[in-house]
């Protein structure tokens, strides 16, 4: 019997189609890709993702790829070409593969979809009482060929990539051929991005929803990081560049742009997409980037904000090579650590690729990990700051190698602090450990007594749908004890005080903000009503096993517990309905359920957050709209992101 | 010395959106008059007889005295649809000449090849429209994107006088023909940075300056800044243009496709065609796919028109682009300083460039010219992206006044799904402010707030020295000099 391997190996572009004609990169921009072996059926489909590839504008159809060919599978997947449907297919699901692998492991627990949410039955604007069917979706579908249009995104609704084709520009730029058309599904980087979106929303669904300004530009910037530091794990691609540049990535090189060709399709756009270290001036001289406190607060559309935290990150990652990479340089100058203009040796180059592509997974580790240590909704950039080093903390106590200085260094270059941090060390940025009086420790005893079957049950699946299905089951358990069954133990008052370390509350809206209640109209499925208590939502129960650089291991529950109340926020007479939430992400140590390790609140009963999301979705912050729909469309904000108007370039 | 020049401004009320001013300037014993564009969306039956209404209005109020000058600001059907529909009042008029922007001259080759794409991108839209209605057998409720990707066609080609499925898209263009031949003397066609005195007054007593469409020489592509649209970047001017046109192509081959025989592009595209499969039966690997796809219990998955919406934002770019291509003026009554802000539909990208315009006249300074603006004739009837917040801020001039051109009834705005938000709540909140509440719509109705009865602001009117004049058909302050 012979038994499954656990790799696939199939060929790929590291960089876009583009660079296969270039003399210069030519070489490098054909590898091949290894992902976890999973038998397939003709598509692909996978246990995780589905290629469809129907492409309706052009009426028509493509034959599935079947990778378990062995014509195929014999030669490391078909050969890299534009003009084969069939290994744009192979393509996409190579990359998206290679991405979720790399949260899987940074995680340290399965990637399961976001559920469907069925549509509310009657009164459709019900938002606070309605609770809405929930459909288990097994895999992500993927459509190559969807669109005739300069875009590629993630469509929510139909847990979907959509990628688009057009023509490139007549006028010759760059690599490509006036006029010739350009792929997005056959840019790594552009398949990375939109995936990262997807998991995204599987971990934060809540992230959909655009409460501040740094919300969407966290998702795209987030996943702009993926992309890019997915890029710095192909150690022949960065040896080839590294050593194009002298050994340093601060000059010139394709590693810090993204989606190159697809930006160089554009008419009038010259080079890539978003490019991180630096641009060309008017003067066609390439000049880096130079951070600014200014940064953070300077760029408010979301798209040029997202840029700053991809810069942030890139900083660092940046800052943590030539720390690390020092006594290399040293041993090779005979000790001055400069290097000469010109060639360096290949050796060199090889030990300093190596670096790179060590330090760049690493950090494309902890900026995954992080996402289980961020609050449940409402990012922003700060929370991100603390959760990237509380997770890390956690993960790596020493820090030998300075990652989380220079993540601090980098994010406080570009003036990102997050609220209410006395200062920048890493001390003061680590989440607070949750203080409870000995009454609320019975109280978690209780809880984790009462959870502990389920997480065992959890912990001993490895299937996918099982998951899924045993985690909801936690889930509306955990509500069960929360929403109030049993909890004789705790007078009402401390009962209170307990949820509201928390971010939540068991006292009806009317008490919510103390006396600013009265200041707002609040409504129950529309209606003006002041006088229910929010229902708790249980979100996530999910057990993880990580293991981090420094070889420690840990192993943790996640639960995501939020509230949620609707008011109206309109002015001059106008009814506008608002959907203000709050909560916590929780993290617990899963051999000591009784531990309480982190709580990371967002709190239902701050006055003040809510009036903030309140003037940013009526516009009235004085921040740029990020996704006016059209130019009859107002000023103020649609609630929910929409990655097709956010992605027109 | 130069004489005092006051000017009389006269907002026709045209009951839908649409732009129709005439301005009356008196210096000393001269007189001279211009008309800033006459059109309304429609082109039926009651919009025309408004318009003819109107334009005998205009010919009342010019008193036997020529028109010195007539501006058509940019091709959309509600700024010169009055120049195809009353040709004849207004070859009757004595127009002695027209200004239009460099963007419809045809001694300028940049123009030429802006106006051949642009007819073609037109063309192409109208085409998709008309293909599109055609596949979708009114069927709307069964396919709600393509419904509402015709839906947007539909909007954006009512600009163009196309509103009925299989008109052409030309009434704009006809308008700026006609415009060409009516003026005693040749067109000019204006670009930004010149100064123009105002004819048939005393040199020195009314200048017009030229803000925008921009336009900037000896640039690359890459670096021109100005129709890049704010905040995305990567919109340059012309090169879009053309990759917008090319995109159009693309879209109007897939949606012909359907019904006729495919363009020999179409069949390559954008695969050979050896790679392209119908339906297939059988066992094939590709059937198993189709008949996934086809569950009903995951057609909620599907994506048959997802493409479609392609055509919003190809509607949305033409849009921008038309409005941008606004010839702006500021109209400068010199001796008291005071300066006139006509923005026509100008978007964000006309605004953005104003900063950079080079001036003709040294002592000519954008700032200095917004910082005397008493009056703003409000870009693109109040749209949220048509008076850009960082130039509006440096107008501050304690009497400023307001003129809004909107129809709070028209169908666009009162339509249940999709209204156009006009105006847009926060500029309306900013613009009451900064006017202390001289804000006039053309329907006379809205805000209330805003009624010049209303005895604070009737104070507020009296403080700014002006008093309104309301009447059937227009809204008039006289702005003295």
Same mark, same amino acid.
């Given at each position: 019997?012979?038994?499954?391997?656990?790799?696939?190996?199939?060929?790929?572009?590291?960089?876009?189609?583009?660079?296969?004609?270039?003399?210069?990169?030519?070489?490098?921009? !054909? #590898?091949?890709?290894?992902?976890?072996?999973?038998?397939?059926?003709?598509?692909?489909?996978?246990?995780?993702?589905?290629?469809?590839?129907?492409?309706?504008?052009?009426?028509?159809?493509?034959?599935?790829?079947?990778?378990? *060919?062995?014509?195929?599978?014999?030669?490391?997947?078909?050969?890299?070409?534009?003009?084969?449907?069939?290994?744009?297919?192979?393509?996409?699901?190579?990359?998206?593969?290679?991405?979720?692998?790399?949260?899987? &492991?940074?995680?340290? &627990?399965?990637?399961?979809?976001?559920?469907?949410?069925?549509?509310?039955?009657?009164?459709?604007?019900?938002?606070?009482?309605?609770?809405?069917?929930?459909?288990?979706?097994?895999?992500?579908?993927?459509?190559?060929?969807?669109?005739?249009?300069?875009?590629?995104?993630?469509?929510?609704?139909?847990?979907?990539?959509?990628?688009?084709?057009?023509?490139?520009?007549?006028?010759?730029?760059?690599?490509?051929?006036?006029?010739?058309?350009?792929?997005?599904?056959?840019?790594?980087?552009?398949?990375?991005?939109?995936?990262?979106?997807?998991?995204?929303?599987?971990?934060?669904?809540?992230?959909?929803?655009?409460?501040?300004?740094? #919300?969407?530009?966290?998702?795209?910037?987030?996943?702009?990081?993926? @992309?890019?530091?997915?890029?710095?794990?192909?150690? *022949?691609?960065?040896?080839?560049?590294?050593? @194009?540049?002298?050994?340093?990535?601060?000059?010139? /090189?394709? $590693?810090?742009?993204?989606?190159?060709?697809?930006?160089?399709?554009?008419?009038?756009?010259?080079?890539?997409?978003?490019?991180?270290?630096?641009?060309?001036?008017?003067?066609?001289?390439?000049?880096?980037?130079?951070?600014?406190?200014?940064?953070?607060?300077?760029?408010?559309?979301?798209?040029?904000?997202?840029?700053?935290? #991809?810069? /942030?990150?890139?900083?660092?990652?940046?800052?943590?090579?030539?720390?690390?990479?020092?006594?290399?340089? +040293?041993?090779?100058?005979?000790?001055?650590?400069?290097?000469?203009?010109?060639?360096?040796?290949?050796?060199?180059?090889?030990?300093?690729?190596?670096?790179?592509?060590? #330090?760049?997974?690493?950090?494309?580790?902890?900026?995954?990990?992080?996402?289980?240590?961020?609050?449940?909704?409402?990012?922003?950039?700060?929370?991100?700051?603390?959760?990237?080093?509380?997770?890390?903390?956690?993960?790596?106590?020493?820090?030998?190698?300075?990652?989380?200085?220079?993540?601090?260094?980098?994010?406080?270059?570009?003036?990102?602090?997050?609220? +209410?941090?006395?200062?920048?060390?890493?001390?003061?940025?680590?989440?607070?450990?949750?203080?409870? /009086?000995?009454?609320?420790?019975?109280?978690?005893?209780?809880?984790?007594?009462?959870?502990?079957?389920?997480?065992?049950?959890?912990? !001993?699946?490895?299937?996918?749908?099982?998951?899924?299905?045993?985690?909801?089951?936690?889930?509306?358990?955990?509500?069960? $004890?929360?929403?109030?069954?049993?909890?004789?133990?705790?007078?009402?008052?401390?009962?209170?005080?307990?949820?509201?370390?928390?971010?939540?509350?068991?006292?009806?809206?009317?008490?919510?903000?103390?006396?600013?209640?009265?200041?707002?109209?609040?409504?129950?499925?529309?209606?003006?009503?002041?006088?229910?208590?929010?229902?708790?939502?249980?979100? /996530?129960? +999910?057990?993880?096993?990580?293991?981090? &650089?420094?070889? &420690?291991?840990?192993?943790?529950?996640?639960?995501?517990?939020?509230?949620?109340?609707?008011?109206?926020?309109?002015?001059?007479?106008? +009814?506008?309905?608002?959907?203000?939430?709050?909560?916590?992400?929780?993290?617990?140590?899963?051999?000591? $359920?009784? $531990?309480?390790?982190?709580?990371?609140?967002?709190?239902?009963?701050?006055?003040?957050?809510?009036?903030?999301?309140?003037?940013?979705?009526?516009?009235?912050?004085?921040?740029?709209?990020?996704?006016?729909?059209?130019?009859?469309?107002?000023?103020?904000?649609?609630?929910?992101?929409?990655?097709?108007?956010?992605?027109?370039? | 010395?130069?004489?005092?020049?006051?000017?009389?401004?006269?907002?026709?009320?045209?009951?839908?959106?649409?732009?129709?001013?005439?301005?009356?300037?008196?210096?000393?014993?001269?007189?001279?008059?211009?008309?800033?564009?006459?059109?309304?969306?429609?082109?039926?039956?009651?919009?025309?007889?408004?318009?003819?209404?109107?334009?005998?209005?205009?010919?009342?109020?010019?008193?036997?005295?020529?028109?010195?000058?007539?501006?058509?600001?940019?091709?959309?059907?509600?700024?010169?649809?009055?120049?195809?529909?009353?040709?004849?009042?207004?070859?009757?008029?004595?127009?002695?000449?027209?200004?239009?922007?460099?963007?419809?001259?045809?001694?300028?080759?940049?123009?030429?090849?802006?106006?051949?794409?642009?007819?073609?991108? =037109?063309?192409?839209?109208?085409?998709?429209?008309?293909?599109?209605?055609?596949?979708?057998?009114?069927?709307?409720?069964?396919?709600?994107?393509?419904?509402?990707?015709?839906?947007?066609?539909?909007?954006?080609?009512?600009?163009?006088?196309?509103?009925?499925?299989?008109?052409?898209?030309?009434?704009?263009?006809?308008?700026?023909?006609?415009?060409?031949?009516?003026?005693?003397?040749? %067109?000019?066609?204006?670009?930004?940075?010149?100064?123009?005195?105002?004819?048939?007054?005393?040199?020195?007593?009314?200048?017009?300056?030229?803000?925008?469409?921009?336009?900037?020489?000896?640039?690359?592509?890459?670096?021109?800044?100005?129709?890049?649209?704010?905040?995305?970047?990567?919109?340059?001017?012309?090169?879009?243009?053309?990759?917008?046109?090319?995109?159009?192509?693309?879209?109007?081959?897939?949606?012909?496709?359907?019904?006729?025989?495919?363009?020999?592009?179409?069949?390559?595209?954008?695969?050979?065609?050896?790679?392209?499969?119908?339906?297939?039966?059988?066992?094939?690997?590709?059937?198993?796919?189709?008949?996934?796809?086809? =569950?009903?219990?995951?057609?909620?998955?599907?994506?048959?028109?997802?493409?479609?919406?392609?055509?919003?934002?190809?509607?949305?770019?033409?849009?921008?682009?038309?409005?941008?291509?606004?010839?702006?003026?500021?109209?400068?009554?010199?001796?008291?300083?005071?300066?006139?802000?006509?923005?026509?539909?100008?978007?964000?990208?006309?605004?953005?460039?104003?900063?950079?315009?080079?001036?003709?006249?040294?002592?000519?300074?954008?700032?200095?010219?917004?910082?005397?603006?008493?009056?703003?004739?409000?870009?693109?009837?109040?749209?949220?992206?048509?008076?850009?917040?960082?130039?509006?801020?440096?107008?501050?001039?304690?009497?400023?006044?307001?003129?809004?051109?909107?129809?709070?009834?028209?169908?666009?705005?009162?339509?249940?799904?999709?209204?156009?938000?006009?105006?847009?709540?926060?500029?309306?909140?900013?613009?009451?402010?900064?006017?202390?509440?001289?804000?006039?719509?053309?329907?006379?109705?809205?805000? %209330?707030?805003?009624?010049?009865?209303?005895?604070?602001?009737?104070?507020?009117?009296?403080?700014?020295?002006?008093?309104?004049?309301?009447?059937?058909?227009?809204?008039?302050?006289?702005?003295?000099?």
């Amino acid at each position: 019997m012979i038994s499954s391997p656990f790799y696939r190996y199939l060929r790929g572009y590291s960089l876009d189609p583009g660079f296969s004609t270039r003399l210069d990169t030519a070489a490098i921009n !054909e #590898v091949v890709y290894r992902i976890p072996f999973e038998s397939l059926q003709p598509g692909p489909i996978g246990e995780y993702v589905e290629v469809i590839d129907f492409d309706p504008a052009s009426g028509c159809w493509y034959d599935p790829v079947d990778l378990g *060919d062995e014509r195929i599978a014999s030669q490391n997947g078909l050969a890299p070409s534009e003009g084969n449907p069939q290994f744009h297919q192979q393509f996409v699901y190579t990359v998206a593969m290679k991405t979720i692998r790399h949260f899987e &492991r940074a995680l340290g &627990r399965k990637i399961v979809w976001y559920p469907r949410i069925g549509e509310p039955k009657g009164k459709s604007d019900s938002v606070v009482d309605v609770r809405l069917s929930r459909q288990y979706v097994q895999r992500l579908r993927i459509y190559p060929h969807a669109l005739r249009d300069a875009n590629a995104y993630y469509d929510p609704d139909k847990k979907a990539l959509l990628f688009g084709y057009f023509p490139a520009a007549e006028q010759s730029q760059g690599a490509n051929y006036p006029g010739g058309l350009v792929f997005t599904c056959l840019s790594p980087d552009i398949v990375a991005h939109e995936m990262t979106h997807a998991i995204l929303d599987s971990i934060h669904h809540r992230y959909m929803e655009d409460t501040n300004p740094d #919300v969407a530009a966290f998702h795209e910037g987030f996943a702009d990081i993926v @992309a890019l530091l997915q890029r710095f794990t192909f150690t *022949d691609l960065v040896e080839h560049q590294l050593y @194009a540049s002298g050994g340093r990535l601060d000059r010139f /090189t394709v $590693l810090g742009e993204l989606a190159t060709q697809f930006g160089e399709a554009l008419e009038g756009n010259r080079g890539a997409l978003r490019s991180m270290i630096g641009r060309w001036n008017a003067e066609d001289t390439w000049e880096p980037l130079k951070p600014s406190p200014s940064d953070y607060l300077n760029n408010v559309e979301a798209h040029d904000r997202g840029a700053v935290l #991809v810069a /942030t990150i890139f900083d660092a990652f940046q800052r943590i090579y030539t720390y690390r990479t020092r006594d290399l340089l +040293r041993i090779a100058t005979n000790g001055t650590g400069v290097l000469p203009e010109g060639s360096i040796s290949r050796d060199l180059v090889h030990r300093l690729a190596g670096e790179a592509g060590e #330090v760049a997974e690493h950090l494309l580790h902890i900026c995954i990990r992080a996402l289980d240590y961020c609050p449940p909704n409402d990012i922003s950039f700060g929370d991100y700051l603390r959760a990237l080093i509380t997770a890390d903390l956690d993960i790596a106590p020493e820090d030998e190698t300075g990652y989380r200085l220079a993540l601090i260094e980098a994010f406080r270059a570009r003036g990102i602090f997050p609220g +209410r941090v006395s200062t920048l060390s890493v001390e003061s940025l680590r989440w607070n450990n949750p203080s409870f /009086t000995p009454k609320e420790n019975d109280a978690i005893n209780w809880l984790a007594d009462r959870m502990k079957l389920y997480i065992r049950e959890l912990v !001993e699946t490895a299937d996918r749908r099982e998951l899924y299905k045993r985690s909801n089951k936690a889930q509306g358990w955990l509500n069960k $004890l929360l929403m109030g069954e049993e909890k004789s133990f705790l007078q009402d008052s401390e009962w209170e005080a307990f949820l509201n370390k928390m971010g939540l509350t068991a006292r009806p809206v009317s008490q919510l903000f103390g006396k600013d209640s009265s200041k707002v109209r609040f409504l129950r499925n529309g209606r003006a009503d002041g006088t229910y208590t929010p229902r708790i939502e249980v979100h /996530t129960v +999910r057990p993880a096993f990580r293991a981090g &650089r420094e070889g &420690r291991q840990i192993e943790q529950v996640l639960i995501t517990l939020t509230q949620r109340i609707s008011a109206d926020i309109g002015t001059d007479g106008e +009814r506008k309905q608002m959907v203000f939430r709050g909560g916590c992400s929780l993290i617990l140590s899963l051999g000591n $359920l009784n $531990l309480v390790e982190h709580v990371v609140i967002k709190n239902i009963k701050s006055y003040s957050r809510f009036c903030k999301q309140a003037a940013y979705l009526n516009g009235a912050d004085g921040t740029a709209p990020s996704q006016s729909i059209s130019t009859y469309a107002d000023d103020d904000r649609d609630w929910r992101l929409n990655f097709n108007l956010l992605h027109r370039h | 010395m130069c004489a005092q020049a006051s000017a009389k401004i006269t907002m026709y009320r045209l009951f839908e959106l649409g732009d129709c001013f005439l301005i009356t300037f008196t210096s000393g014993a001269h007189s001279s008059r211009m008309l800033i564009d006459c059109g309304s969306f429609r082109n039926g039956a009651v919009s025309v007889s408004r318009l003819t209404t109107i334009v005998g209005k205009i010919q009342t109020a010019l008193g036997g005295n020529a028109l010195d000058v007539v501006v058509g600001t940019h091709q959309h059907n509600d700024h010169l649809s009055g120049f195809v529909h009353c040709q004849n009042a207004f070859n009757n008029m004595n127009v002695q000449q027209v200004w239009l922007s460099w963007l419809d001259d045809p001694g300028d080759p940049k123009a030429r090849q802006i106006g051949d794409d642009y007819n073609n991108l =037109r063309l192409r839209l109208a085409g998709a429209r008309d293909s599109l209605h055609k596949a979708l057998k009114g069927r709307t409720a069964a396919r709600p994107m393509a419904a509402r990707s015709l839906e947007v066609l539909n909007d954006m080609l009512g600009f163009f006088g196309a509103h009925a499925v299989g008109t052409p898209p030309d009434l704009p263009a006809d308008a700026v023909k006609f415009l060409k031949t009516l003026g005693a003397k040749d %067109p000019l066609y204006l670009r930004p940075g010149r100064t123009l005195e105002m004819p048939g007054l005393p040199n020195g007593s009314v200048r017009i300056h030229v803000l925008g469409p921009p336009r900037i020489e000896n640039v690359e592509k890459k670096d021109d800044p100005l129709f890049k649209k704010d905040p995305s970047a990567g919109e340059s001017y012309d090169a879009a243009l053309a990759s917008t046109t090319q995109q159009a192509a693309r879209f109007l081959d897939a949606l012909k496709a359907g019904t006729n025989k495919p363009s020999s592009e179409e069949e390559q595209y954008p695969f050979n065609q050896e790679y392209k499969r119908r339906r297939t039966g059988g066992g094939t690997a590709l059937a198993t796919i189709q008949r996934y796809y086809n =569950r009903r219990e995951d057609s909620w998955r599907n994506i048959d028109d997802d493409w479609l919406q392609q055509a919003g934002a190809l509607a949305l770019w033409i849009d921008d682009f038309t409005n941008n291509s606004s010839l702006v003026l500021a109209i400068e009554l010199v001796e008291s300083g005071k300066v006139l802000l006509f923005a026509a539909d100008a978007q964000t990208g006309n605004w953005r460039s104003w900063d950079q315009v080079k001036w003709q006249n040294p002592a000519v300074k954008t700032d200095d010219l917004l910082a005397r603006t008493v009056f703003y004739k409000v870009g693109h009837h109040a749209s949220h992206n048509a008076t850009r917040v960082q130039t509006f801020e440096k107008v501050n001039h304690p009497n400023l006044v307001a003129f809004i051109p909107v129809h709070k009834q028209d169908p666009n705005i009162t339509k249940t799904t999709n209204p156009w938000k006009m105006p847009a709540t926060n500029l309306f909140k900013r613009l009451k402010v900064k006017t202390k509440f001289r804000v006039l719509q053309m329907d006379n109705v809205n805000p %209330p707030e805003c009624n010049p009865n209303k005895a604070s602001v009737k104070a507020a009117w009296t403080s700014a020295g002006l008093k309104p004049k309301v009447t059937e058909f227009s809204i008039e302050i006289d702005v003295k000099g």
